[in-house]
T-cell receptor, first 114, second 113 residues
Framework: GAGVSQSPSNKVTEKGKDVELRCDPI?????LYWYRQSLGQGLEFLIYFQGNSAPDKSGLPSDRFSAERTGGSVSTLTIQRTQQEDSAVYLCASGQGNLFGGYTFGSGTRLTVV | KNQVEQSPQSLIILEGKNCTLQ??????????LRWYKQDTGRGPVSLTI?????NTKSNGRYTATLDADTKQSSLHITASQLSDSASYIC????????????FGTGTLLAVQP
């Protein structure tokens, strides 16, 4: 596609439910990042994929968070047993992963846990 | 302590005025540094990228500077417009094995008429 696509764009879920967020990166981009942005806060790194492997998952806030990437393309971020503090905008970015390559962000998924 | 720190946290200026945003980093080894603009409800968009050997780079009314010795960068906005109201985020690329992007927490700029 022309850009990074994230779905859904908005998600309202009840506390305790599981949610799955999807990121479709730009075709050919090997690097993929997940970030989240809480209201009024900066971007918080979650996890970084290079191809299908995740060399850095240090940002995942708890074991309720997991992410996978298959075929070096689509990535899903899963949050189990959602809590109200999980409410944020979840952003995905993809890039070619080379030294000077730029990164393109999706428009994000706004998650609200009620 | 965040490896990329930005100041001020927020800034309000009048339309037509200039402003300068600061970014200090401790990331080492350093690969490159980007300034992103993030409009409300949108993903960040890259404004400039600077490598170790570059001191200044311009993109229209935006001029970024980099001092790799002191690990400081600035983003200067000239003749501000209402559409410049956004968050400006400094992002440093780790030159080590992970090649990871490290984000600052951003400066929220509001341009008022």
């Amino acid at each position: 596609g022309a850009g990074v696509s994230q779905s859904p764009s908005n998600k309202v879920t009840e506390k305790g439910k599981d949610v799955e967020l999807r990121c479709d990166p730009i075709s050919g981009h090997t690097a993929l990042y997940w970030y989240r942005q809480s209201l009024g806060q900066g971007l918080e790194f979650l996890i970084y994929f290079q191809g299908n492997s995740a060399p850095d998952k240090s940002g995942l806030p708890s074991d309720r968070f997991s992410a996978e990437r298959t075929g070096g393309s689509v990535s899903t971020l899963t949050i189990q047993r959602t809590q109200q503090e999980d409410s944020a905008v979840y952003l995905c970015a993809s890039g070619q992963g080379n030294l000077f390559g730029g990164y393109t962000f999706g428009s994000g998924t706004r998650l609200t846990v009620v | 302590k965040n490896q990329v720190e930005q100041s001020p946290q927020s800034l309000i200026i009048l339309e037509g005025k200039n402003c300068t945003l600061q970014c200090n980093y401790t990331v080492s080894p350093f690969s490159n540094l980007r300034w992103y603009k993030q409009d409300t409800g949108r993903g960040p968009v890259s404004l400039t990228i600077m490598t170790f050997s570059e001191n200044t780079k311009s993109n229209g009314r935006y001029t970024a500077t980099l001092d790799a010795d002191t690990k400081q960068s600035s983003l200067h906005i000239t003749a501000s417009q209402l559409s410049d109201s956004a968050s400006y985020i400094c992002v440093v690329r780790d030159g080590g094995a992970t090649n990871k992007l490290i984000f600052g927490t951003g400066t929220l700029l509001a341009v008022q008429p």
